[in-house]
């Protein structure tokens, strides 16, 4: 059973919206720091969003702010990305996840996150 689980994926207009959801049945994502990343055909993975375990703090790459943003809903055990106004360069396999700690300086860094989901494919194109 896996750790980690991604859901909302799908494919999207340019400009279109999209959700994607995280969760875990054995892991409290409000003690951990959650993150998003995506890794497209060719590409190497980048980090997109991140959110240190509670009080929340998030932090979101160039490339998609204001944009992208990035919740948790505890009482669900759910961290979300809302995409908004999604470009064809956005098209890539997002992939959920939770490590202890997110450092300010490094939250980007993949190496920092234990527990990773298998991804779901967001594809933008008309």
């Not at 400009?15 to 993150?35: E, H, M, P, W």
């Not at 944009?67 to 997002?94: E, G, H, W």
Request: include cysteine.
């Amino acid at each position: 059973q896996e750790q980690v689980v991604e859901s909302g994926g799908g494919l999207v207009q340019p400009g279109g919206s999209l959700r994607l959801s995280c969760t875990s049945s054995k892991i409290n994502l409000d003690y951990n720091g959650v993150g998003w990343f995506r890794q497209a055909p060719g590409k190497e993975r980048e980090g997109v969003s991140s959110i240190t375990r509670s009080p929340s703090k998030s932090y979101v790459a160039d490339s998609v702010k204001d944009r992208f943003t990035i919740s948790r809903d505890s009482a669900k055990n759910m961290v979300y990305l809302q995409m908004n106004n999604v470009k064809p360069d956005d098209t890539a396999t997002y992939y959920c996840a939770v490590g202890p700690v997110v450092l300010p300086d490094a939250w980007y860094v993949a190496a920092w996150y234990d527990h990773w989901g298998q991804g779901t494919q967001v594809t933008v194109s008309s």
